[in-house]
Structure formats: C-alpha cells, structure tokens
C-alpha cells in the first residue's frame, strides 16, 4: 500500500489537485493498488486556520509518506518577513535532489514544435545557493552599496545522484541518450565538478550514451530543433530556466508537468504557479498536475518494488492521450471550452 498526502495549495491548486486525485483514485480502482490518502493543511488556507502556511504536524507527517501531491503556493504575494507567511521548503528538507520535468507537444495542440519529447532533470538542492536550498543564512550578501555577491555551490554527492536519476530515466526510453548542460570551460570547477560526475555516473548504465552540451548553444539548438535531445540532465539555475523555455516551446506551462525525487519519497508538483488570476473561474488546465501525479506513482512502483503502481500510473497517460486526442473536453488553453472539473472527469472516465 501506498500512502500519499494531499496538499492542496493556493489559489488554482485547490482546483487542479482535486482533480488529480479523482483521476488517481479512478486508476487505481482499476488496476487494484491500494492508496491510503492523507489530506494535510499548508498554504493560504493553513494559516488562515492554524496561523502558520506549514502548520505544526504537516511537516512530520509528511515524514511518514511515501508522497504526495503539491499544489501550486502563491507565495508572491505572502507578506514579506513574516515568519508565519513562508515558502515551504521541502525539496531540501526532505533532500528531493532531483526534479524531473518533462516536455511533450501533442498534435492536435498548439506549439512552437511538433514531436517533442524531452525529459529535463534538474539538480533541486544546491546551485546559486537561497533560503531553499541551505540549511542557514544566505548564498547572497552585499558588502557595499555597490557591490553583490552570490554563491553558486556544486558537490560531487550532489551532481553524481542527479545524474544518476537522468541515467535511470534514460534507460526506459528508446533512444538512451543523455545531455548533461553546463559551462565547464568558463566555470571550470563549479561546472567542471558536475560533468565529470555525470561522465563517472553514465559508466554504470551500460546502454546508456552521455554527450556534452553548453549552456548557451544548448538554448539556441532547444529553441530551433528540440527534437534532438532525450533526456536533459543540469544544474539547479539552468534548469529552472531551461525546463520553462521547455514547456513554452511544446504549448505552455499548462502542459508541463513534474515531481521532486529523493532517495525513497516523491513529490508531485507541477511547474506552474498558482495563477491567482484565474482562480475560482473553473478554467485552469488540470494536465500539469493529473501528469505530475502519474509520475509519481510510476517512480515510486519502480522504487518500492511496486508493479500496481507502474501499471496505475500507465492507464493514467493511456486516457490523457484519449482525451487529449478526441479534443472534446480540453480547457480554453488548449482550444477548448470545457471546465476545470469537466477535463478531470472525462480523464477520469477514459481511464
């Protein structure tokens, strides 16, 4: 049995995750995988009723899960320096190391490029170094008025594991190819340390081919010909950039879903925001989150030997493609008229 949690998040997260969770439950009942779910308060909401956006109790149950679903924190517009009003900060918390995005176009969608299938791992725990990603203080400081300085921190550990999740995501795919991003030849200890762990990493996934690719003339050759790369692997500030460049090209941050992995715990978060904007109208595209949680349940049946999950996770991407293709219930984003809820029922009713 599985046990994953339920955080709903802010503004289009109390939207889209339920819908997440319906078309779960509808795959899961299928296949058999049994799922004990957890509802946990943070966000918003959490402190309107506890005082606190990660209450007391969320974080060490969290602790006892195998994962759960986040939805989007509308942390932009929290009150600053309040400590009561926070950004949680469970990637480094829980050492979820690696974030996995991947960017699919589809046909009948709009896009810049059509046959694109990328799947971009990114180092999520070091990097340009913020309150996120260290245990305290700060990567930044300002000695002058004139002068700031920012610490961009790359270990062996770090580099070697992320690169390590890219080679076992590459393993399942056809073509088997790896791209590690960096700049070594201008940064050569930072960016150097990272690639010469990737290379040590690929020796231990035979099959496997690793090619090197710079920074800059890797977002020239993703803007004009994405259909070249498999599976991406880089650093935490390139690839918080690069994934969304990504998801532009194959039809917007609606298509664009993710999940955070560490050694034994997933979490589902897609890569949009809360879309304050659009909250409450029943009109945000409920894909990104649907496909962050199928993601998880497949990641976490490979890691805890569970094979109901892989198979819950593959009726899941099976009835996205249906609906996606019949082009009946899409949300307006994606050329069509029907709701929120209306494009998670019918994903729920393919499955």
Known sequence: MLKIGILLGDDIGLEVVPEAVKVM?????????????????????????????????????????HGWLMGPIGHSAYPQKDPTW??????????????????????NIPSVHKDMDVVFVREATEGLARAGTVVAGSGEFR??????????VVTRKGANRVARVACEIATTRSRKVVTTVHKAPTFKLVCGMFAEECHKAVKDYPGVKMQD??????????????????????TNTFGDILTDLGAGLAGGLGLAPGMCVG?????????????????????????????????????????????????TAAVIDAAVDRVIAAARELTSDLGGTATTQQMGSAIAAAV
């Open 25 to 65: 439950k509808a795959a899961a009942a299928k296949t058999g995988l049994e799922i004990e779910w957890h509802p946990l308060p943070i966000g918003r909401k959490a402190h309107e009723e506890f005082g606190h956006t990660i209450p007391p109790g969320t974080e060490e149950r969290l602790r006892g899960l």
């Open 143 to 152: 000695p002058n008025d004139e002068i700031s300085i920012g610490m961009r």
């Open 213 to 234: 690719v710079l920074i800059d003339s890797f977002a020239l050759k993703l803007a004009m010909k994405p259909q070249q790369f498999d599976v991406v692997v880089t």
């Open 263 to 311: 050694e034994t715990q997933a979490m589902a978060q897609a890569t949009h925001g809360s879309a304050p904007d659009i909250a409450g109208r029943g009109i945000a595209n409920p894909y990104a989150m649907i496909m962050s949680g199928k993601m998880m349940l497949e990641w976490l049946g490979h890691k805890h030997n569970e094979p109901k999950a892989v198979e």
């Open 86 to 107: 926070v950004m949680p900060p469970f990637r480094k918390t829980f050492e979820l190391f690696a974030s996995v995005k991947p960017v699919r176009s589809y046909a």
